[in-house]
């Protein structure tokens, strides 16, 4: 109980919380014998190359290397294939972390966001899917009383660019935003949105790294500002991500308990149903 209290104390103030060795080995072990099998098998049917045995260590070694031999049908239908796992709804349904929920976001009616998730590839290097500075309620709506969890099967270290929060911004409610598509169609990025704000504004805020391992998870509030670090490494990293709303939040039930762009929903498209203000936030 009193971990509990701690644990809402914090994340009421830091918008966040890490919660070490929350997974268990066997859901690990059974995602990246998964990723093996899809991505191994749709190698092998493309080039009928003979294919190396699993093990844990290697087990997005052909992921990496259809990404080397620019095989991007088989880098996007590993990630389209990724969504389909019964192990990743295990994962999104457990009552546990609903129970953590729950108790973070103070409310005991719940939905998940249905469109808004799946793993995170980052590619060594790769700047297009680098997920710009950001809070998600932009892109996914439901509720402004809302987390993401972040899953790590694999180490997400500060090289292979953990990303970076902003530890506290979710106490400034939802900061406005600029719609950038001139980018997006020169597939600059994938993301449209652009917050104001300014530097030193930014600068107020603490930068953490989430810097997670295998087995690890985070929550993090919806209106948390962060962004993707730089993935510097030759290792993809990897990370499952899912979204969890609360019903009871009038935002919610403005947002007629819509989803955001996956759902054709966009956050600046009518500022009345969509911009939130700080007071009404929980
Ligand atoms: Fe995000």
């Given at each position: 109980m009193q971990n509990k209290k701690k644990i809402i104390k914090f994340y009421k103030k830091n918008g966040y919380y890490i919660f070490r060795n929350y997974y268990k080995k066997s859901i690990i072990e059974e995602i990246k014998n998964y990723i093996f099998y899809i991505s191994s098998e749709l190698y092998k049917a493309k080039t009928h190359k003979k294919i190396i045995k699993y093990d844990p260590k290697n087990f997005d070694y052909y992921v990496l290397k259809s990404k080397k031999e620019k095989f991007s049908d088989i880098t996007s239908s590993v990630y389209d294939t990724c969504k389909k796992l019964p192990i990743f709804y295990e994962i999104i349904s457990s009552k546990k972390t609903l129970n953590i929920c729950k108790n973070l976001m103070r409310s005991d009616k719940l939905g998940i966001l249905n469109t808004g998730y799946g793993f995170r590839i980052d590619y060594p290097?790769?700047?297009?899917?680098?997920?710009?500075?950001?809070?998600?309620y932009s892109g996914?709506?439901?509720?402004?009383n809302a987390v993401v969890i972040y899953t790590a099967f694999d180490s997400i270290t500060k090289k292979k660019g953990a990303p970076i929060l902003y530890s506290?911004?979710?106490?400034?409610g939802m900061f406005d935003t600029d719609l950038r598509l001139k980018e997006v169609k020169q597939k600059?990025?994938?993301?449209?949105y652009h917050v104001k704000i300014k530097q030193r504004e930014l600068n107020m805020f603490k930068k953490i790294d989430l810097v997670l391992y295998e087995r690890d998870m985070a929550i993090f509030d919806f209106k948390l500002l962060h962004e993707s670090g730089h993935?510097?490494?030759?290792?993809i990293r990897w990370s499952a991500i899912h979204r969890v709303f609360d019903l009871k939040h009038e935002s919610a039930i403005k947002n007629l308990f819509r989803g955001g762009m996956n759902e054709?929903?966009?956050?600046?498209?009518?500022k009345k149903t969509h911009i939130i203000k700080i007071k009404n936030a929980k």
């Open positions: 290097k790769d700047t297009y899917w680098k997920a710009r500075l950001h809070q998600d996914q709506l439901g509720s402004t506290g911004s979710h106490r400034s600059k990025t994938y993301d449209p993935n510097l490494s030759n290792k054709g929903n966009f956050f600046n498209k009518n």
